[in-house]
């Protein structure tokens, strides 16, 4: 590790370097772990100084499995077969440098014995974690802190915020420091380096063509947002005058139990499988089964047949000869249902608007869907051609519903597992009945989601709740990716794998899915209050939390919320409702919002005022640009 301060990289001075700083490749979006080793600096150039980090290894790396990032050692080569060839090896190519302004730092966070290190902008990104294998970030943030204050989050201790000038400068006034003679440069001579070294960091645009995937520094986030989402041709929900809050001030109190201790089991073995297939291929103890599956997920062998049981497409009740019949007449069905669109004319297709329409969007979709995974990457791949072919004999089988944006990234993993075109699409076939109520046109289903997701946030979390209310951050729509495609685009494939089978389990309830949001939510509670996050960069730090969630930890997380909220005493119904439990007054309306007044464990508060979000308050566009919109928004 070398600290010079004269050396020189590039048209930057180096205040400080660390080699060995290791990030996730996140563009190979490989089956499994890649990392990129590099070197991280602290350059100061003519118009400020910058955090940079640039790969100096193109071969990737692999980490064997550990208990956190403490074992850095273990970080190594990742080899690779003499197959790989020349499209391998270009599938290596170096990763884009990182480079930040300091002044745009908000905050950094420190894990696993100081050797993971989170930086957090101010406009709510978040680069790639740096794992630091030789020595550990102490001595990066000792040189940081010479340019930059730094205090420790009252929320959380491993977070550090970023002291902005307005409020140092007050900071010293309060200290009624007498005045340094230096000529009169200062009025506190104490702060003149300071002063100076951050009138050098003022920030310019062409700073912007080092990072050309972020805004325009001219544009706000929420100009972006406007322009981008239409936002001003959105029709308002339809409520009456004061009517978008019901405002509850007394009613029964409620106390959150204290939260049980979760934890994950191994995936389903090939034996365990055996063990719930009689002696004719039945299959026997469904709920056991599904309880393993959701406890630890499927090895990967088991995948291709268990999907089609947890899909519902291959019948539990029916032998294994029983069932390749059921298969051949699926066949025969996908076969006919192909052949309508397939054989239809150029003149037929011009007399058919809507499907001509649908026609297009799946052809644009499906030239953008998972490119940079292998199995679909390059021109003319023919696993694209069969994603294309199972989109379109869905427009037939679905005619009411079609194809809509986002649908594309649901199939893409089934068919990867699948490989074959017809079980691809009957498994295909199971999801969408799972989740179409989240392509309907009207909406309703993702307003009633983001509605009750809502209200489980007043619940657990009423601190959060009321921040995310003050800051007009409370229709979370910056859940809607999250929802609409239930994760897909958050964890890699292996994960989201193990993440939908769980789902597809319905345990512990049918909206467990709501609960994976509180998990991640939780997680970057302290990020997102501590920074004084407002909706745009809200917004903008959801976004950037894709490939870096970790599966396990919020699914552990996500089950203790449920437990210990399914324990409560005073539940409302609505609540109950989405924990699956039987309203305790069925003649009522389920989704109506009941009083009450949550208390933490422990705590006897007195009732309070809840807001309540109603159902029409978080009514969303219903065009299907919504879509397309949701799912392509990148910063």
């Given at each position: 590790?070398d600290?010079s301060?004269?050396?020189?990289?590039?048209?930057?001075e180096v205040?400080?370097?660390?080699?060995?700083?290791?990030?996730r490749?996140?563009?190979?979006?490989?089956?499994?772990?890649?990392?990129?080793?590099?070197?991280?600096?602290?350059?100061k150039?003519?118009?400020?100084m910058f955090?940079?980090?640039i790969?100096?290894e193109?071969?990737?790396?692999?980490?064997?499995p550990?208990e956190g990032w403490a074992?850095?050692t273990?970080i190594?080569?990742?080899p690779?077969s003499a197959?790989d060839g020349?499209e391998?090896?270009?599938s290596?190519?170096?990763?884009?440098?990182?480079k930040?302004?300091i002044?745009?730092?908000?905050?950094?966070?420190?894990?696993?014995?100081s050797?993971?290190?989170?930086?957090t902008?101010?406009?709510?990104?978040r680069?790639?974690?740096?794992?630091f294998?030789?020595?550990?970030?102490?001595k990066?943030?000792s040189a940081l802190?010479e340019y930059i204050?730094?205090?420790?989050?009252?929320r959380?201790?491993?977070l550090?915020c970023?002291?902005s000038?307005?409020k140092?400068?007050?900071?010293?006034?309060d200290l009624?420091?007498?005045?340094?003679?230096?000529g009169g440069?200062?009025?506190?001579?104490?702060l003149?380096?300071?002063e100076?070294?951050?009138t050098i960091f003022s920030k310019?645009?062409n700073?912007?063509?080092h990072?050309?995937?972020?805004?325009?520094?001219?544009e706000?986030?929420?100009?972006?947002?406007?322009q981008?989402?239409?936002?001003d041709n959105?029709p308002p929900a339809?409520?009456?005058?004061?009517?978008?809050?019901?405002?509850?001030t007394?009613?029964?109190?409620f106390?959150?139990?204290?939260?049980?201790?979760v934890?994950?089991?191994?995936?389903?073995?090939?034996?365990?499988?055996?063990r719930?297939?009689d002696?004719?291929g039945?299959i026997?103890n469904l709920p056991?089964?599904?309880e393993?599956?959701f406890r630890?997920?499927?090895s990967?062998?088991l995948r291709y047949?268990?999907?089609?049981?947890l899909l519902?497409y291959?019948?539990?009740?029916k032998?294994?000869?029983e069932w390749q019949?059921?298969?051949?007449?699926?066949l025969e069905e996908?076969a006919r249902?192909?052949?309508q669109w397939?054989?239809?004319s150029?003149?037929q297709?011009?007399?058919?608007?809507?499907?001509?329409?649908?026609?297009?969007?799946?052809?644009?979709?499906?030239n953008r869907t998972?490119?940079t995974?292998?199995?679909?990457?390059?021109n003319?791949n023919?696993?694209l051609?069969i994603?294309?072919?199972i989109?379109?004999?869905?427009v037939?089988?679905?005619?009411?519903l079609?194809y809509?944006?986002?649908?594309?990234d649901?199939?893409s993993p089934?068919?990867?597992?699948m490989?074959k075109?017809?079980?691809?699409?009957?498994c295909f076939?199971g999801?969408?009945?799972?989740?179409?109520?989240?392509?309907?046109?009207d909406?309703?289903?993702?307003?009633?989601?983001?509605?009750?997701l809502?209200?489980?946030?007043?619940i657990v979390?009423?601190?959060?709740?009321?921040?995310l209310?003050?800051?007009?951050?409370?229709?979370?729509?910056f859940c809607?990716?999250?929802?609409?495609?239930?994760f897909?685009?958050?964890?890699s494939?292996?994960d989201?794998?193990?993440?939908?089978?769980?789902l597809?389990?319905?345990l512990p309830?049918?909206n467990?899915?709501?609960?994976?949001?509180?998990?991640i939510?939780?997680s970057?509670?302290d990020?997102?209050l501590?920074?004084?996050?407002?909706?745009?960069e809200?917004?903008k730090?959801i976004?950037?939390?894709?490939?870096?969630i970790?599966l396990?930890?919020?699914?552990t997380?996500?089950e203790?919320?449920y437990l210990?909220?399914?324990?409560a005493e005073?539940?409302p119904?609505r609540?109950?409702?989405i924990?699956?439990k039987?309203?305790?007054?069925p003649?009522?309306?389920s989704?109506?919002?009941?009083?009450?007044?949550?208390?933490?464990?422990?705590?006897?508060?007195?009732?309070?005022?809840?807001?309540?979000?109603s159902?029409?308050?978080t009514?969303?566009n219903p065009?299907?640009?919504?879509?397309?919109d949701?799912?392509?928004f990148?910063f």
């Amino acid at each position: 590790m070398d600290s010079s301060m004269e050396e020189l990289t590039g048209d930057g001075e180096v205040q400080y370097s660390h080699h060995g700083v290791i990030i996730r490749d996140l563009n190979q979006n490989r089956d499994d772990d890649s990392y990129c080793s590099g070197t991280l600096y602290l350059k100061k150039y003519s118009y400020g100084m910058f955090i940079e980090w640039i790969q100096t290894e193109e071969k990737p790396l692999s980490v064997e499995p550990q208990e956190g990032w403490a074992m850095v050692t273990t970080i190594k080569e990742q080899p690779r077969s003499a197959a790989d060839g020349a499209e391998g090896a270009a599938s290596m190519a170096k990763i884009r440098p990182i480079k930040i302004d300091i002044t745009d730092l908000k905050s950094y966070k420190i894990k696993n014995n100081s050797h993971e290190l989170t930086l957090t902008l101010k406009d709510g990104s978040r680069p790639s974690p740096l794992l630091f294998q030789n020595d550990n970030a102490d001595k990066f943030i000792s040189a940081l802190r010479e340019y930059i204050f730094f205090d420790r989050s009252d929320r959380e201790p491993n977070l550090y915020c970023a002291k902005s000038m307005q409020k140092l400068t007050k900071s010293f006034a309060d200290l009624n420091l007498p005045a340094i003679d230096d000529g009169g440069s200062s009025k506190w001579g104490i702060l003149a380096p300071y002063e100076k070294t951050m009138t050098i960091f003022s920030k310019v645009a062409n700073v912007v063509l080092h990072q050309s995937n972020i805004l325009n520094p001219e544009e706000t986030v929420e100009e972006v947002i406007k322009q981008y989402f239409q936002m001003d041709n959105i029709p308002p929900a339809v409520t009456a005058p004061d009517e978008e809050y019901e405002v509850i001030t007394s009613g029964p109190v409620f106390t959150l139990p204290p939260r049980p201790e979760v934890k994950r089991g191994p995936p389903l073995t090939t034996e365990e499988w055996a063990r719930h297939l009689d002696e004719n291929g039945r299959i026997i103890n469904l709920p056991d089964l599904k309880e393993k599956i959701f406890r630890g997920g499927l090895s990967l062998t088991l995948r291709y047949d268990v999907w089609k049981v947890l899909l519902d497409y291959m019948p539990c009740d029916k032998t294994s000869e029983e069932w390749q019949a059921v298969r051949k007449q699926k066949l025969e069905e996908y076969a006919r249902m192909k052949l309508q669109w397939s054989s239809m004319s150029a003149g037929q297709e011009s007399r058919f608007s809507q499907f001509h329409k649908k026609k297009s969007i799946i052809e644009k979709d499906v030239n953008r869907t998972d490119r940079t995974i292998p199995y679909f990457e390059g021109n003319d791949n023919p696993n694209l051609k069969i994603l294309y072919n199972i989109l379109m004999t869905y427009v037939m089988y679905n005619f009411d519903l079609g194809y809509v944006q986002g649908m594309s990234d649901l199939l893409s993993p089934i068919l990867y597992l699948m490989e074959k075109e017809e079980d691809a699409f009957w498994c295909f076939v199971g999801f969408m009945n799972k989740v179409s109520k989240n392509f309907a046109k009207d909406q309703i289903g993702m307003s009633q989601q983001l509605s009750n997701l809502n209200l489980l946030i007043r619940i657990v979390d009423p601190e959060m709740a009321d921040y995310l209310e003050k800051k007009e951050a409370d229709n979370l729509f910056f859940c809607f990716r999250w929802l609409l495609i239930l994760f897909k685009r958050e964890f890699s494939y292996q994960d989201i794998m193990t993440l939908w089978e769980v789902l597809w389990t319905d345990l512990p309830g049918p909206n467990f899915h709501l609960f994976i949001c509180l998990a991640i939510l939780e997680s970057e509670r302290d990020t997102l209050l501590s920074n004084e996050y407002g909706f745009n960069e809200i917004l903008k730090h959801i976004n950037d939390l894709s490939l870096h969630i970790h599966l396990e930890d919020t699914l552990t997380k996500a089950e203790a919320i449920y437990l210990q909220l399914s324990s409560a005493e005073n539940l409302p119904d609505r609540v109950r409702v989405i924990l699956g439990k039987a309203p305790l007054n069925p003649e009522s309306d389920s989704d109506s919002d009941e009083d009450f007044a949550p208390a933490t464990s422990g705590q006897n508060s007195e009732p309070s005022a809840v807001h309540v979000p109603s159902t029409s308050s978080t009514m969303l566009n219903p065009s299907e640009q919504m879509f397309e919109d949701s799912l392509s928004f990148q910063f």
